[in-house]
């Protein structure tokens, strides 16, 4: 069994399962998923784009689904043989999994554990009874999960193993009617789940009527996840003073282009890192939720690219800071200094180095394969 609850987790998932089908193809799978997963020969459970989540108190109007999928899949534990079960991210409700495989004597891998070093740290005596092996993906993790008495591998950032745009800038930009260079591109990532887009979408496209005030020919592209709906980011962007393209083009392949970004934290800024764009990152939930992580989160940066590179090398606007206002003054600020440009350019690429060389895929599958002894 294979469990991913996010869009990240689902690409990751695709990956891992196509590696481990190197070492065997005869290995089926199931679990909760979505469309990549699928594709790569997943057999889904319950698909995960009803159970994402932001923040502690968003939790509630899902609650029930979440539920459900947690009651079906661990009775598909206690009826399915089962080698192994496979974890991806998504702690509040793998853990829960966890405990019941724990239970029924079945192996348990946690492909990108919590990040418990950054809050919560007391579920890592959770994690320590209920899984046998992690697989991490950043550098420090392992020595973290290893002093906890977890049998710990780094693997590297699945990110790297996701092939970057083949296309150069000029193929992507005509492919997507952009055929003038003076423009500035400014890419619009408000993160995969329902309540980040209702939150900060808004306040992004606020930013950009800001901004296109200095820049009147201002391109603004959405790139959209494949597990979110085109009617969830419509509403918000129909009465948009500027022209937003909304594109189910990769990721990547906009933040290639991208002169700057507005990104949602996350897995998002660090693909900005491996493609060396400028960023101004964004953080929102509900009031509760944010004042009870005041009180959990033990780090001093939000976003996933300035932890990896130990500092502030790109701006945070976290909560009531994260104005449309605010965000705007931050990217001018950005796109009119080309100093700040080409520094903010040399600290992502130390990041990108920091993340490894890539196949965090075959080195998770090969620990899967030592699990369900394949060798």
């Known amino acids: 069994m294979i469990v ?82 496979i974890l991806i991210d998504y702690p509040g409700f793998n853990l829960h999994l966890a405990k019941k495989a724990h239970s029924l004597g079945i192996p348990v891998l946690y492909y990108i554990p919590p990040q418990v070093w950054a809050w919560r740290e007391g579920r890592v005596k959770k994690i320590a009874k209920r899984v046998d092996r992690v697989a991490v993906i950043l550098p420090f993790e392992k020595k973290f999960y290893r002093k906890h008495g977890l049998k710990a591998e780094y693997v590297g950032h699945p990110l790297l193993d996701i092939s970057l745009p083949e296309r150069d800038k000029e193929e992507i930009k005509k492919s997507l009617g952009i055929n003038h260079n003076k423009t ?84 998002a800024t660090l693909e900005a890192a491996i493609m060396e764009t400028p960023m101004v990152i964004a953080y929102k939930v509900s009031f509760l939720s944010y004042m009870l992580g005041r009180f959990l989160i033990k780090v001093s940066h939000i976003g996933l690219v300035n932890l990896v590179a130990g500092k502030a090398i790109v701006p945070e606007l976290i909560q009531g800071k994260a104005t449309a206002l605010r965000l705007a003054e931050e990217a001018s600020a950005i796109l009119k200094n080309e100093t700040l440009k080409i520094d903010m350019k040399k600290g992502l690429k130390l990041v990108h180095e920091q993340l490894g060389r890539g196949g965090a895929a075959k080195k998770a599958a090969r620990i899967a394969g030592e699990m369900m002894g394949l060798y």
């Open 184 to 267: 500035p591109i400014l890419g619009l990532l408000p993160g995969s789940r329902d309540e980040e887009i209702k939150s900060l979408l808004p306040v992004m496209v606020g930013a950009a009527e800001i901004i296109s005030q200095d820049y009147p020919d201002l391109c603004c592209i959405l790139p959209l996840a494949s597990t979110v709906k085109e009617d969830v980011v419509v509403p918000y962007i129909r009465n948009a003073k500027i022209d937003i393209k909304i594109e189910r083009l990769d990721t990547k392949a906009i933040l290639k282009i991208a002169d700057l970004a507005l990104i949602a934290s996350g897995t």
């Open 4 to 85: 991913a609850g996010e869009a990240s987790g689902d690409i990751y998932g695709a990956h891992l399962v196509m590696a481990i089908k190197e070492l065997d193809p005869c290995i089926e799978f199931f679990g909760l998923g979505g469309p990549e997963m699928e594709r790569a020969g997943v057999r889904i459970i319950h698909q995960l784009s009803s159970l994402s989540v932001v923040g502690m108190t968003e939790i509630i109007p899902k609650s029930r689904y979440i539920f459900r999928a947690l009651r079906e899949l661990k009775r598909s534990l206690y009826v399915t043989p089962t080698d192994l079960l």
